[in-house]
């Protein structure tokens, strides 16, 4: 389902140690930001906090898929972070978010890009795959759960 | 001696006979009134229990009766909060409602059955009202649980439409036997002393009743006693005032169901027995009423009447009464055929026969035949039209067991009860640490039937029983943890409400810019509430949906009126 450009081994943190949301979200923008040539984290990062105002995307049982439309990016891109503790994201169900996957879309984001969207938060809700997320100890095993995905 | 044992004997062999067939038939999706009914016809004289039973007058003693605990209970059960969806179209449905169907179908039953204008009318007063216990029976058994709406709508609607159609009947038969008075003054008058008695001292009682009971120190048995015959009391009184008694005991179980009170919970429980104990019976002795044979004679014209009834006349009352409330079509459908006939009508057809009319058996066939098609017809296909209406939300709860603790002074906490499956989310997630809802504490874990001796840390296995003290409105989360996603898939919350939770106050033109969606004619600023109240309806209800452009919007939270939480739904690819 993913094209192999959408996220990498270089945008994946594992075990990290983040306390807070907004730690979290930055972390999440530095990993989008790092190798793309026209990113600047702080950007990534602000739009990433806009869509939270709409609601918190937080989608429950620990997991949050936050994302945004930007222009500067020509294809969808996606980082992901695995937390050693629970961060309180304010998600529906009041759990703590320790698994997040960030997505950016170009502005021209079209039927595809929500498809996209769709397609990773049923990923996501599926109780053994959030299991492997937990258990995997490096970034090589979170990709390749990722990708089978 | 030997007469009084054998009717205990055949009471209590038949009661406990139907009873038990209603496990079996509650499989296959009958409505359970039905099956009640119909035991009583074969004990009856045409049937294999050969009873020949015809006594009209205890008849209408132990129906009324009936009839006034089960309202009463059914006041008791419905919470203040349904009110606030569902009493306005409800109300409608009760008095215009009544009137509509009451007329269409006393009409047609004139034409059809060759009736002077005010006898058909009759006809038509007497099978006015509807049962939605019959209704939920149904979606109950089958786990379905309906948009708020709907069951507000529908169950405030049956509870206090019973008294329209009484007083039509009473009132027409009062101008049939005196046809020397002015019809439309005597309609007039009656209904304003009915209703205004009935409502008075019904919501006066109702009060009073909460006031002693919380002043009276008696045994915790006492209570629902109490409760009911006073409720009782209160029905007896305003009859004999000349007001209706019906609508008089509906709202006093309101009222004390809604009020701080004390051993409210064994009031309710013992009501609730009790309700379900007087259905039985009255529909058993209904059914051993009736004489099966005689209904031959008139089957023809009671289908066709029934076919004016359910086809054209409650669906023309239903879309005239909810013409100002904006129902979607969907709902206006259902609510439209769940116009199910119970036992009132069959109750209100002896009104007649106790009064000596000249047609009155033959009302009464015909009126026992018109239940007995609207529960085959329409309880049968309930369940299904919800389902394919899309009228099910999500259960809100899963959990095994739950006791309501009733604390004095203290907010309403219960005790809940969960079994672990191997598949529970709490031991699928492998989560790091446990996190519960603020208010909640664990309470015991349960090994082989053995209490573990420490909670800390908490280790739990599949096959062990976790009880907890939680909030009531904790349980949708505390079931996130606990129970296993559903099996049905439509109703998962991912396929409810969709994937992300927006706020009621997040903003249109946010929506918009994040999504990439273009709307017309909106103002950008209003919010998602302010919207979904615009387009769909001023009491929004959890599962109204909202397209717009491709995404899709659906309520998930309501408060008094407000939206708080949106679900977001995407296209997805297939």
């Known amino acids: 389902m993913f094209s192999p450009d959408l996220i990498s081994e270089s945008r994946i943190g594992c075990g990290l140690e983040i306390s807070s949301k907004k730690r979290l979200l930055e972390t999440l923008a530095e990993l989008l930001a790092s190798d793309h040539p026209r990113l600047q984290t702080e950007t990534v990062f602000e739009r990433l906090l806009e869509r939270e105002r709409l609601g918190s995307t937080g989608l429950g049982h620990g997991i949050a898929l936050p994302h945004a439309r930007l222009k500067d990016v020509s294809d969808v891109l996606g980082a992901f972070v695995q937390t050693k503790t629970g961060v309180d994201y304010d998600a529906t169900d009041g759990e703590p978010v320790d698994l997040a996957f960030a997505l950016l879309v170009p502005e021209a984001a079209n039927e595809e890009h929500l498809h996209l969207l769709a397609h990773l938060a049923s990923l996501f809700s599926d109780p053994q795959i959030r299991a492997q997320l937990r258990e995997a100890d490096s970034p090589a095993r979170l990709l390749s759960i990722l990708s089978a995905g | ?574």
């Open chain 2, 1 to 574: 001696m030997e007469l009084t044992n054998q009717i205990i004997l055949i009471a209590s062999v038949a009661l406990f006979v139907s009873v038990m067939t209603s496990v079996l038939t509650s499989r296959l999706g009958a409505p359970l009134l039905l099956v009640f009914l119909v035991m009583g016809m074969l004990l009856g004289e045409d049937g294999p229990g050969g009873i020949a039973f015809d006594d009209v007058q205890l008849s209408h003693l132990f129906g009324t009766l009936a009839l006034a605990v089960i309202l009463f209970d059914g006041g008791l059960a419905t919470p203040y909060k349904n009110f606030r969806v569902g009493l306005k179209p409800a109300l409608g449905l009760a008095t215009i409602g009544v009137l509509i169907t009451s007329v269409v179908t006393g009409l047609a039953a004139a034409w059809i059955l060759d009736l002077p204008p005010f006898e058909g009318l009759l006809l038509g007063a007497i099978v006015g009202s509807t049962d939605a216990a019959a209704v939920f029976s149904v979606l109950r058994s089958q786990g379905l649980e309906l948009k708020q709406r709907i069951g507000a709508t529908l169950e405030i609607e049956s509870g206090s439409n019973d008294p329209m159609a009484v007083f039509l009947t009473i009132a027409l038969i009062e101008i049939l036997l005196s046809d020397d008075q002015n019809p439309g003054l005597v309609m007039l008058t009656e209904f304003l002393r009915q209703m205004g008695l009935g409502a008075c001292i019904g919501l006066a009682g109702g009060f009073a009743l909460v006031w002693l009971t919380n002043r009276l120190a008696m045994s915790p048995g006492l209570y629902p006693l109490a409760a009911m015959a006073g409720g009782l009391s209160l029905f007896a009184a305003t009859t004999a005032a000349g007001g209706s008694g019906f609508l008089a005991i509906y709202l006093a179980g309101l009222v004390i169901g809604n009020r701080p009170l004390q051993h409210r919970l064994e009031i309710k429980r013992f009501h609730d027995g009790i309700a379900r104990l007087a259905q039985i019976a009255m529909f058993l002795m209904l059914g051993l009423l009736v004489t099966p044979s005689e209904l031959l004679p008139v089957a023809t014209q009671s289908l066709l009447f029934a076919g004016v009834l359910i086809f054209l006349a409650r669906p023309l009352a239903v879309l005239v009464c909810l013409l100002p409330f904006r129902f979607p079509w969907r709902e206006q459908v259902f609510i439209g055929w769940v116009g199910l006939r119970g036992a009132v009508p069959i109750i209100l057809a002896l009104f007649p026969l106790l009064a000596g009319l000249p047609h009155a058996q033959m009302y009464f066939n015909v009126v026992f035949f018109v239940v007995l098609v609207s529960l085959v017809i329409q309880g049968w296909t309930v369940a299904g039209l919800a389902r394919r209406l899309k009228l099910e939300v999500p259960p809100t709860t899963h959990v095994v067991q739950r006791v309501e603790l009733d604390i004095p002074g203290l907010q309403e906490l219960e005790l809940v009860g969960y079994r672990l499956t191997d598949n529970a989310p709490i031991l699928v997630e492998k989560r790091p640490e446990l996190h519960l809802p603020k208010r909640t504490r664990i309470v015991a874990l349960l090994r082989d039937h053995h209490l573990l001796e420490s909670l800390d840390p908490l280790d739990p296995l599949p096959g062990d029983y976790l009880y907890l003290m939680a909030d009531p409105q904790d349980l949708t989360e505390l079931d996130r943890l606990f129970v296993p996603p559903s099996e049905s898939t439509h109703l998962t919350d991912l396929a409810f409400f969709g994937e992300f939770v927006l706020n009621g106050e997040a903003r249109l033109c946010d929506l918009c810019a994040a999504y990439g969606v273009k709307v017309e004619h909106e103002s950008p600023e209003s919010t998602l509430d302010t919207l979904i109240r615009r387009h769909l309806s001023a009491h929004p209800v959890v599962g109204d949906r909202l397209q717009i452009g491709r995404l899709e919007l659906v309520v998930r939270e309501v408060e008094q009126d407000r939206v708080i939480k949106v679900g977001l739904k995407l296209p997805s690819a297939h």
